[in-house]
């Protein structure tokens, strides 16, 4: 089962809409055409002109007011049920359900490099079925967390992704960065 760790921060959203209008700025309402974009102003908006984002926070566009590079941050402790974590830009969830990215990483669940790639190829496909030749940005990593198990027990290399994979290290293992050394979950500092 999915469970969804953060929301899109779309100008849309009653938070995000308030602060970026408190700043000056237009709040142009998605339509079937498009999403949801900032102005900065709503003649700039029916006009089409002028700098516009279809985003409430980014790092790097200070072209309007309001738009801010403050992530919104959340603590969730693992459990034992926690088995795929998957980070992916809004290109991945645009058109893909959270359930839906989880259903193929756990068919995929013994090679993550082979669940990116199904995830990115859906997203594709389910950009070119719904809007044609335009695409917003697919990046996606999983990552599925018996690596952690792997980590606290003092493995000291990776596994190999695939059978393709497999037979490639040549050299003696590298030892793991001092940071991941010391990996915890709430179960171990119990």
């Not at 010391?182 to 179960?187: L, M, P, W």
């Amino acid at each position: 089962l999915a469970l969804e760790l953060s929301t899109d921060q779309k100008p849309d959203q009653p938070a995000e809409r308030k602060a970026i209008e408190a700043a000056g700025n237009y709040v142009e309402d998605a339509t079937p055409l498009g999403p949801a974009r900032v102005w900065r102003s709503e003649e700039d908006a029916r006009e089409q002109k002028g700098p516009n984002l279809a985003m409430a926070r980014s790092i790097g566009d200070h072209g309007l007011k309001g738009i801010v590079a403050v992530p919104e941050v959340t603590v969730t402790p693992l459990t034992e049920a926690d088995t795929c974590l998957v980070v992916a830009s809004d290109g991945v969830w645009e058109f893909l359900s959270s359930q839906e990215v989880v259903n193929v990483c756990f068919a995929h669940r013994h090679d993550a490099t082979e669940a990116c790639r199904e995830v990115i190829k859906m997203a594709s496909e389910a950009w070119a079925k719904k809007q044609g030749c335009y695409r917003d940005d697919i990046t996606a990593i999983v990552v599925f967390l018996p690596v952690l198990e792997d980590l606290r027990a003092g493995a000291t290399t990776s596994r190999p992704s695939s059978q393709r994979d497999k037979g490639r290290f040549t050299s003696p293992p590298k030892p793991l960065p001092p940071a991941l050394k010391h990996v915890k979950t709430e179960k171990s500092m119990a």
